[in-house]
């Protein structure tokens, strides 16, 4: 009995031990230290010295024994990771190197460190951007007429094209001393979700020559010639850059493309060159149709070995001219009638000399490398402040007409049905803004966030067109009849732009989201990897072995705190925060914990072919997206001075975070191929089961309210979008109008009781208020108040109708002329 009971305390000082990560001498003197303890509070020196024996032979000097630990353990263990560890290809392992981990390691380690998010200083923008905002941006908001742009020019007027160069709009990445804006990350985003507010074209358009491209590549890769060349003239909009990696056989696989460049001379204007001749086919390139400078990707090589040994260098990238002869440019894809400019690229056997190459010849092979590196960086700001953009607008427009528009005598936003739609566009904007806002955060830290920038891209575009379909349900008939006066029609047909591009999101959450996330955030796989590889055996034991017990003390630690947290619920243990956002803190220490621990489960079972099992690699991602968001949406609360009134925002976005957080966890478990470490597993994440719920009814409520309604809530939501009242802005209008709209309900109320009541016998609303007010009903003032409400709502509520003449399409071809093409290579 007393050997029982001391093992007991064993047990439970070794998991408190595991639970505050002490080092494994810590662990090892605290074991001693129990054994005698109890033992001599025992008195049971028998059990007591055989136990300390034992301990002291079988685990304390083989495992705190340096040379023994390593003779014994991390030796016979290199040796078979070094059979059994899958070969990396060089495409993956320029993805494993590319970028920087920040944030979202600690959501990895199971045990986050708070301080460091918290610490992060608060996203600011300088007087420079902001006056940028409030000018440049606002006026070019001004001159947006999106129905004239989507639907009678498909391309934005030559005015504002030619606004969008003059005024550095193309140039927000650009360095001042080549003529750039040299924006902060924050003010490149904020200019975006500005002008997505008011046209996903425009800001389309805007967005690529600031994300991968021309001008990214020049900045960190190109010599100081193509620099000063090319940098001034594309900060001042004499060139148009885009850049070319797709198309048709090779889309998602990037590096698979057919398109080649092969190295030789040939003679032009009389002089002998050095250069290369390229073939490609390329498609779905933005700007292409417009652009005056390709950026080119290409498989390179060098069959008479003009450069070098190497005859197939690999991926490579030139910047050519438009001019360049053999170019087949100008023609334009239709991208679901958000007619930016995109189109197709051809070349056969176009020759460019070899200083196309953007940093020169001695980059020729680095493409793949350099597009990866880049990545990271315009991932995170681009789509996910496009979606922003879209966000804050669905708030403005959703909130404002669902109090507009009545039904059955009542605004719309009064039914619970419509009430659920209202929670979850507010809840999950609250959700995007945060999103969006800590990867542009994170790239002006200096960091290259490749997985904080997919979590970013992939779930701001997904969030996004869940929050653009709820508002189109509330919209019912309005936001389906397209014209002038429809805000949200070519929202909700863009919607699945960002979900492809960039990394389609299937694949970024199957496939990068964890994949990258895992290896890049592991404190102890990246090491142990290195080790396993590291040519010399004396550094790659000592590594080996410094990776390996750690890793093991993680993998204890992350199962003792995922049961330990889900049996007390989370509910104890420091944490930062206000009493109000404290348990927040507590359940995201709880969901790390699990998912490091089901990340090293599946990982150590699975092992290489965990790659392929996608869907147990998706779900995990899931689990670590919404950390990383709901670490995002804590920051910024604390940033913005915790603000009561956008609690309920909070706290919905919160819940359902977590809500999915369990299912994902729950969906690996359900679905892990080795069912008895399911089970195991189950009992550690789950040990009451899954208590999580989503979002109350209540909680949805009170978002609902407070969208619908003028708040300090909604103000911090549409916050940032272009918001003018003007003639091109209905839901500018509609927002200013909003506080009309609600103060008018109470007279409406008492107006629609004295038509119930059927003292009223005028069928016109304008003389049915007449006959109210003669009756007593309303007073003179109500009367007026709900006559001007009729005229101002009237235009928010009517739709846009045509003469059929006007729908037909400008141009009807004759079979002769008509140049519908699908192009063959
Ligand atoms: C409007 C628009 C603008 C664009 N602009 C540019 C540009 O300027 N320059 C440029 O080079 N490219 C551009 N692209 C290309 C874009 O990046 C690609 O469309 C994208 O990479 C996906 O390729 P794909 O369309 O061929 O889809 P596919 O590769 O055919 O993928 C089809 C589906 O399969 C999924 N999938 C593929 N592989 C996997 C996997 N391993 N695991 C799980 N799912 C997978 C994808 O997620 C997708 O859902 C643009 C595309 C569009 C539509």
Not at 256 to 280: A, E, H, N, W
Not at 296 to 306: E, G, I, K, V
Request: proline share 6%; net charge positive; aromatic share 8%.
């Amino acid at each position: 009995m007393n050997t029982i009971i001391i093992l007991v305390c064993v047990a439970i000082v070794g998991a408190g031990c595991a639970y505050f990560r002490l080092r494994l001498w810590q662990w090892t003197l605290a074991t001693v230290v129990t054994i005698l303890i109890v033992g001599f509070g025992l008195r049971a020196a028998t059990p007591m010295w055989v136990l300390l024996g034992l301990f002291a032979v079988l685990v304390a000097l083989p495992l705190n024994v340096t040379p023994l630990r390593r003779a014994l353990f991390s030796a016979p263990l290199l040796r078979v990771f070094r059979k059994v560890l899958p070969k990396i290809s060089e495409t993956e392992q320029v993805a494993l190197d590319a970028g920087t981990v920040g944030f979202e390691g600690e959501l990895f380690s199971g045990k986050p460190a708070w301080s460091q998010l918290l610490s992060e200083p608060k996203p600011r923008l300088t007087a420079e951007e902001q006056a940028f905002l409030d000018g440049p941006c606002e006026e070019l908001c001004a001159m947006i007429d999106d129905w004239h742009i989507t639907h009678e020019i498909a391309d934005l007027p030559p005015p504002v094209w030619d606004f969008v160069k003059r005024k550095g709009f193309f140039a927000m990445i650009i360095p001042k001393r080549y003529g750039g804006l040299e924006f902060s990350a924050t003010a490149h985003s904020m200019v975006l979700q500005k002008l997505s507010s008011i046209s996903a074209t425009l800001s389309s358009l805007v967005a690529v020559p600031n994300s991968l491209g021309p001008a990214e590549l020049l900045l960190r890769y190109g010599s100081d010639k193509q620099k000063d060349y090319y940098l001034p003239r594309l900060a001042d909009g004499r060139e148009v850059p885009c850049f070319a990696l797709t198309g048709p056989y090779a889309g998602s696989d990037a590096t698979s493309i057919p398109d080649y460049g092969i190295v030789c001379r040939q003679t032009v204007d009389g002089k002998d060159m050095l250069g290369i001749k390229l073939t490609f086919d390329k498609r779905y390139i933005t700007l292409a149709p417009v652009a005056t400078l390709v950026g080119l990707a290409f498989q390179m090589f060098d069959p008479d070995h003009l450069l070098g040994d190497k005859e197939n260098l690999g991926i490579t990238l030139a910047l050519i001219p438009r001019d360049t002869h053999g170019l087949e440019i100008g023609r334009r894809h239709f991208p679901l009638n958000i007619p930016f400019q995109n189109g197709p690229l051809h070349g056969k056997d176009v020759f460019v000399p070899i200083d196309t190459l953007i940093g020169g010849a001695h980059m020729a092979g680095q493409g793949w490398r350099m597009l990866v590196e880049c990545l990271s960086v315009g991932r995170g700001i681009s789509l996910p402040s496009n979606a922003t953009g879209f966000v804050r607008l669905a708030v403005a427009a959703t909130g404002a007409y669902a109090r507009i528009r009545k039904q059955f005598g009542l605004a719309v936003a009064r039914f619970e049905g419509v009430e659920e739609a209202l929670a979850r566009i507010g809840g999950y904007a609250y959700a995007v803004i945060a999103l969006s806002r800590a990867s542009a955060a994170a790239v002006d830290r200096g960091e290259k966030p490749a997985v904080a920038s997919a979590i970013a891209k992939c779930h701001a575009t997904d969030l996004g067109r869940e929050v653009i379909r709820d508002a189109m349900d509330v919209h019912g008939g309005k936001g389906i009849q397209l014209g002038p006066s429809n805000y949200l029609g070519r929202m909700w047909q863009g919607a699945p732009i960002p979900i492809t591009v960039e990394g389609a999101n299937i694949m970024t959450r199957s496939l990068m989201i964890f994949g990258q996330g895992a290896i890049r955030c592991h404190p102890w796989i990246l090491k142990e990897m290195q080790a396993v590889r590291e040519a010399d055996r004396a550094k790659a034991l000592r590594d080996f072995d410094t990776a390996l017990f750690g890793h093991m003390g993680f993998g204890i630690s992350n199962a003792v705190r995922a049961f330990v947290l889900g049996v007390t619920f989370a509910k104890f243990g420091a944490a930062p925060g206000d009493p109000y956002t404290r348990r927040y803190y507590r359940k995201l220490n709880r969901y790390s914990a699990c998912l490091a621990l089901l990340s090293d489960t599946a990982m150590g079972v699975l092992g290489g072919k965990l790659k392929f099992k996608e869907k147990i690699s998706a779900r995990l991602g899931d689990v670590l997206s919404y950390l990383y968001i709901c670490s995002a949406m804590l920051k910024r609360y604390e940033d913005e001075g915790r603000p009561e009134v956008e609690r309920p925002l909070l706290a919905w976005a919160f819940h359902e975070s977590v809500w999915r957080m369990q299912m994902a966890l729950d969906g690996v478990i359900r679905n892990f191929p080795v069912r008895p470490v399911a089970w195991l597993v189950h009992t550690l994440v789950f040990p009451f089961g899954r208590r999580e719920v989503p979002p109350s009814d209540r909680l949805g409520r009170r978002v609902a309210a407070l969208i619908t309604a003028p708040s300090a809530a909604r103000d911090a939501i549409v916050a940032g979008m272009y918001l003018t009242p003007n003639a091109n802005n209905p839901v500018g209008r509609m927002h200013a109008l909003l506080p009309d709209v609600v103060a008018a309900e109470p007279v409406e109320r008492k107006f629609l009781k004295a038509v119930k009541s059927g003292t009223i016998k005028a069928h016109d609303y304008f003389e049915q208020l007449a006959e109210a007010e003669r009756q007593g009903a309303i007073s003179e003032t109500e009367r007026k108040q709900l006559e001007h409400l009729r005229r101002a709502t009237a235009e928010f509520i009517n739709v846009d109708d045509f003469d059929p003449a006007e729908l037909r399409a400008a141009v009807v071809h004759d079979g002769a002329d008509t140049q519908r093409s699908l192009h063959v290579a």
